[in-house]
Each structure stands twice: as C-alpha cells, then as structure tokens.
C-alpha cells in the first residue's frame, strides 16, 4: 500500500517503472514483434530492425542516464516474473473438492489468453439450433464475453503483489474468473460497471488497445453483461471481494441432445491447431486445448477414420494434413 501511494505521488503506474536489475540486451521480444506484426503494426523498420524509439513512446523501455532498461510492463508481457501466470482448472460438481483437469499456462500474456481461452471453451458446451435449412452451434457462454473478461483481468490485475495469479474456475454451474487487485484509486463496483475506468497499468492498458484487444476505455464490464444479454444468458455475477475481482459466468445444464456436440468442439479445437501447426507433437496439443495426450490421441484415430485427418510422412518427421469436406 505504502508503495501503491508513493507510484501515485510520482503520477506512475507500476508497469512503467524501470525494473533496474534486468537487462534489456537479454530479452527476447519475439512475442511482442509478432503480436505487433500481427496486427499490422510492426515494431520494426524495413530492414528488420527494431523501432526502439516506438518502444520508448510505448513505455515499453525507459532511458536512465544514456542507459536503456526494460519497464515493469515490458516484463510482465513477456511473462518474465512469476506471478504472471493464469492458473486453469475444471472441477466436478460445483465445489473444488476433485480436479477433472487442471492446467497453469505462463510465458507472453498474448499466448496465456489463447491458452486460456481454448481451455473454456474445451469444457464449455455447445447448443445446437436448427436454422432453415442448417444447423448452428453456439458455446453455452458468449466466447466475447469469456475473451473480454479475461482481458481486463490480464490487463487490470495488480502485477505489484508477487505470489498471486489470475485463476480460472469451471464447474457444472458456472465459470469464474478471480483477477488479483480490487478496483484502483478507491473506484467503487457501481461507477466501474456504469463506465468509469481507472486504469492501473497504463503500459498494458494501452499495447493491449494498440493491438485491438480493447476498443474503449471503461466499457470492458459493460460490454461483458451486453454480450450476455444478446445470447439470452442471465448476467454474469461480478463482485469485489477483498482485494479481488470476481465474475462468474452462469452456465446452464447440459441436454442429452447436445452431449454430442461438446465432444464436436473439441475435434474442432483441435483441427483448427494441427491446421496452424501441423507438425505439433501430441504433447504440444494436449497442453495447448488443456486436455490429456491420451485424449488427443484418441480424437486424432476418430478424425483420421472419419477422413478429416491424413499422417503425411512417419511418426517422427513427419506432419498432419487436414482433409478439406
């Protein structure tokens, strides 16, 4: 706390202080350059070179006495402290006394969100709906919903306070997300969910909305409960509790009709990542959708018997084709 008053008397938030004792010759900031790249705004010149000027505008890196050093912020998107890490796990029932399946993702903040996000959606169901002529599959949760919430609880969790993570719970009746860090700066529940932001990682806060993640400040909660309301979900729970924000997302009870469909999803997950990487060991599968390497072997044989999968080359060396209907 004493340290929180003292970054506000500076007018700083902790992501754009100097992390003093790392050096910035030793990160690797692919990540990053990739997720720039990605959204059309590279970090490099035409020769390949980084824009280290734009990192500095960004406050990605700061230059103390002709010396330049990596920011909190630049750290905490690489992954590079323990604390940033997303813990995962499905439960039985609606308590956490027995694991079905766990998973702790860590490394860049881009590819824990991904991870995380596939993670659900391996455990969320489908509804299947009959429109005309074709039938549509939609996750029991709005996946909008599910993927700003995960935003803001990357982006405005208190990155301060070492030995806390974000965790991510999934029973029969609902998903909660648990981000450290209330709200900042004495931000009550109400004015946060009519629109008021107080944003305490400036650094994230804006790569995040560089890259699209985010359109609008304060709008994150307000977008959370419309995109619910839209797919017909009740409003999602969410709460201050102590020194954390809490959302449960309410899930509804699976019909034996759609049981089917759950299991579809995940084949679907699945080619969708050999379809990126079809070189991809089980393994790498398996911690990627946040199943077992049993289970990916087993939907891989199915998908293979049904056509949609081919082995070109041997088991070592060789890759996947994904067999287009």
Same mark, same amino acid.
């Given at each position: 706390?004493?340290?929180?008053?003292?970054?506000?008397?500076?007018?700083?938030?902790?992501?754009?202080? /100097?992390?003093? *004792?790392? +050096?910035?010759? =030793?990160? #690797? %900031?692919?990540?990053? @350059?990739?997720?720039? $790249?990605?959204?059309? !705004?590279?970090?490099?010149?035409?020769?390949?070179?980084?824009?280290?000027?734009?990192?500095?505008?960004?406050?990605?890196?700061?230059?103390?006495?002709?010396?330049?050093?990596?920011?909190?912020?630049?750290?905490?998107?690489?992954?590079?402290?323990?604390?940033?890490?997303?813990?995962?796990?499905?439960?039985?029932?609606?308590?956490?006394? /027995?694991?079905? *399946?766990? +998973?702790?993702? =860590?490394? #860049? %903040?881009?590819?824990? @969100?991904?991870?995380? $996000?596939?993670?659900? !959606?391996?455990?969320?169901?489908?509804?299947?709906?009959?429109?005309?002529?074709?039938?549509?599959?939609?996750?029991?949760?709005?996946?909008?919903?599910?993927?700003?919430?995960?935003?803001?609880?990357?982006?405005?969790?208190?990155?301060?306070?070492?030995?806390?993570?974000?965790?991510?719970?999934?029973?029969?009746?609902?998903?909660?997300?648990?981000?450290?860090?209330?709200?900042?700066?004495?931000?009550? %529940?109400?004015?946060? @969910?009519?629109?008021?932001?107080?944003?305490?990682?400036?650094?994230?806060?804006?790569?995040?909305?560089?890259?699209?993640?985010?359109?609008?400040?304060?709008?994150?909660?307000?977008?959370?409960?419309?995109?619910?309301?839209?797919?017909?979900?009740?409003?999602?729970?969410?709460?201050?509790?102590?020194?954390?924000?809490?959302?449960?997302?309410?899930?509804?009870?699976?019909?034996?009709?759609?049981?089917?469909?759950?299991?579809?999803?995940?084949?679907?997950?699945?080619?969708? @990542?050999?379809?990126?990487?079809?070189?991809?060991?089980?393994?790498?599968?398996?911690?990627?959708?946040?199943?077992?390497?049993?289970?990916?072997?087993?939907?891989?044989?199915?998908?293979?018997?049904?056509?949609?999968?081919?082995?070109?080359?041997?088991?070592?060396?060789?890759?996947?084709?994904?067999?287009?209907?």
């Amino acid at each position: 706390m004493i340290h929180e008053l003292e970054r506000q008397r500076l007018h700083q938030s902790f992501d754009e202080q /100097i992390a003093w *004792d790392q +050096k910035l010759d =030793s990160l #690797d %900031l692919t990540p990053l @350059l990739q997720a720039f $790249e990605q959204a059309g !705004k590279p970090l490099t010149d035409t020769t390949g070179a980084i824009n280290w000027p734009r990192l500095r505008t960004l406050k990605l890196i700061r230059t103390e006495q002709g010396k330049d050093y990596p920011t909190h912020g630049l750290m905490i998107l690489l992954g590079l402290y323990d604390q940033v890490e997303i813990k995962c796990s499905r439960f039985k029932g609606t308590t956490m006394a /027995i694991f079905l *399946d766990k +998973k702790e993702y =860590s490394g #860049d %903040l881009f590819q824990q @969100l991904a991870n995380t $996000e596939t993670f659900i !959606k391996n455990h969320l169901h489908l509804r299947a709906e009959i429109l005309g002529l074709q039938r549509t599959e939609t996750y029991e949760i709005p996946i909008p919903a599910i993927r700003e919430a995960l935003t803001n609880a990357v982006v405005h969790r208190d990155y301060s306070n070492a030995g806390r993570d974000i965790k991510v719970g999934i029973y029969d009746d609902m998903v909660n997300i648990v981000s450290p860090g209330g709200l900042p700066n004495g931000l009550t %529940l109400k004015e946060a @969910l009519a629109g008021r932001s107080e944003i305490r990682n400036r650094v994230l806060a804006r790569i995040f909305r560089e890259l699209g993640y985010i359109e609008q400040w304060g709008s994150g909660m307000a977008r959370i409960r419309e995109y619910c309301t839209q797919a017909g979900n009740q409003l999602p729970d969410i709460q201050e509790n102590g020194d954390f924000i809490d959302i449960e997302f309410h899930r509804t009870p699976l019909h034996p009709e759609e049981k089917s469909s759950e299991k579809s999803s995940e084949k679907s997950s699945l080619l969708t @990542l050999i379809e990126s990487n079809p070189k991809a060991s089980a393994k790498i599968l398996a911690e990627t959708l946040g199943i077992t390497s049993r289970a990916v072997e087993k939907q891989i044989s199915q998908l293979k018997k049904q056509g949609k999968l081919q082995r070109i080359g041997p088991a070592k060396g060789g890759h996947w084709k994904v067999m287009k209907a």
